[in-house]
């Protein structure tokens, strides 16, 4: 079935460092969707990306969709400490439900 | 406005007790979602429900069921609770199934001893 793998599992930096996170899915997608879970919180919505070879920026974050549409990234850039959190990429392949990575915890360093 | 509600939000069981998870949104979402997050994993679909009136099977439905009871409610049932179903599960629905935002609740810890 679709899997969708993401990386790295865990990324501690010091703040004002940037950070990325990279998901890749082993069948061509539709869509990818990312979301923010701060710890001890649900998941909350931060974008989707439709097109191949899709940007779409946020403030400091800046999304992207591969031209293939097999691999999205998100970057932050110059991380804060309200950037704690894990961050999940979650894919669609034709008609199946959303398939979620499993994350990738981000620890910011003041 | 209180998006999408969970109940309970902890429990207790022991091996082979039952119970139900309750979760209602107010969004007039047509999909709604029931997944399972442990560590390490992500998070996995049990089950859903793309529109009123239909259900369908997940990544890892063993041992649960679920009824969509009318467009707000969608509830999950653990029927013999097993320890290997201690988790953290999260509600969620969407406008439409695939292709909208996921709006979650906020969560039930259970653990089963």
């Known amino acids: 079935g679709q899997q969708v793998m993401q990386i790295p599992q865990y990324q501690h930096v010091q703040e004002g460092e940037d950070f990325t996170t990279y998901c890749n899915s082993s069948?061509?997608?539709?869509?990818i969707q990312w979301y923010k879970q701060r710890p001890g919180g649900h998941p909350v919505f931060l974008i989707q990306?439709?097109?191949?070879?899709e940007v779409k920026k946020q403030k400091r974050l800046t999304f992207q969709f591969g031209e293939a549409k097999k691999n999205s990234s998100l970057h932050i850039t110059a991380t804060q400490t309200t950037d704690v959190g894990t961050y999940f990429c979650?894919?669609?392949?034709?008609?199946?439900?959303?398939?979620f990575g499993k994350g990738t915890r981000l620890s910011v360093i003041a | 406005n209180a998006g999408v509600t969970q109940t309970p939000k902890f429990q207790v069981l022991k091996t082979g007790q039952s119970m139900t998870l309750q979760c209602a949104q107010d969004?007039?979402?047509?999909?709604m979602y029931w997944y399972r997050q442990d560590p390490g994993m992500g998070l996995r679909l049990i089950y859903y429900?793309?529109?009123?009136?239909?259900?369908d099977k997940g990544e890892v439905p063993n041992g649960y069921n679920v009824s969509r009871l009318n467009k707000r409610e969608f509830s999950l049932r653990l029927e013999s609770a097993a320890p290997s179903q201690t988790s953290v599960y999260f509600c969620?629905?969407?406008?439409?199934?695939?292709?909208?935002?996921?709006?979650f609740g906020n969560g039930t810890r259970l653990t089963v001893t």
């Open positions: 969620a629905s969407s406008q439409r199934d695939g292709d909208s935002p996921l709006h």
């Open positions: 069948t061509t997608l539709s869509n």
């Open positions: 990306l439709v097109k191949s070879g």
């Open positions: 979650a894919g669609r392949s034709g008609n199946t439900p959303l398939v």
């Open positions: 969004m007039n979402h047509n999909s």
């Open positions: 429900s793309a529109s009123e009136g239909t259900t």
